[in-house]
Nanobody
Framework: QVQLVESGGGLVQAGGSLRLSCAAS????????MGWFCQAPGKERTFVAA???????YYADSVRGRFTISRDNGKNTVYLQMNSLKPGDTAVYYC?????????????????WGQGTQVTVSS
């Protein structure tokens, strides 16, 4: 059974940092694009960042320069380093994986999803 399990969320003050992790199990994720989405209360789930198997990255404009996505293929784990956090970053963050989407086209139709981890940024 494929599982994506996120961790690392929490409460942080504006300007602070958090590092999210997503551990994948149940299959190998060779050639899968993996990424992060976020969903604030009352809003749609939106794209944050994606990374290819080879390490290519792609970011939403709102987080470029503040967030860094990385992955450890040996551990089937993807990370999201979040710096200079703002109250507007408050959301549930979801990990996703997709075999065929391509780096810049990871979407809500991704094959696999985690259960989400809450990130709250106080002002």
């Amino acid at each position: 059974q494929v599982q994506l399990v996120e961790s690392g969320g929490g409460l942080v003050q504006a300007g602070g940092s958090l590092r999210l992790s997503c551990a994948a199990s149940g299959r190998t994720f060779n050639n899968y694009v993996m990424g992060w989405f976020c969903q604030a209360p009352g809003k749609e789930r939106t794209f944050v960042a994606a990374i290819s198997w080879g390490g290519g990255t792609y970011y939403a404009d709102s987080v470029r320069g503040r967030f860094t996505i990385s992955r450890d293929n040996g551990k089937n784990t993807v990370y999201l380093q979040m710096n200079s956090l703002k109250p507007g970053d408050t959301a549930v963050y979801y990990c996703a994986a997709d075999r065929y989407s391509g780096l810049t086209r990871l979407s809500s139709n991704a094959d696999y999803w985690g259960q989400g981890t809450q990130v709250t940024v106080s002002s």
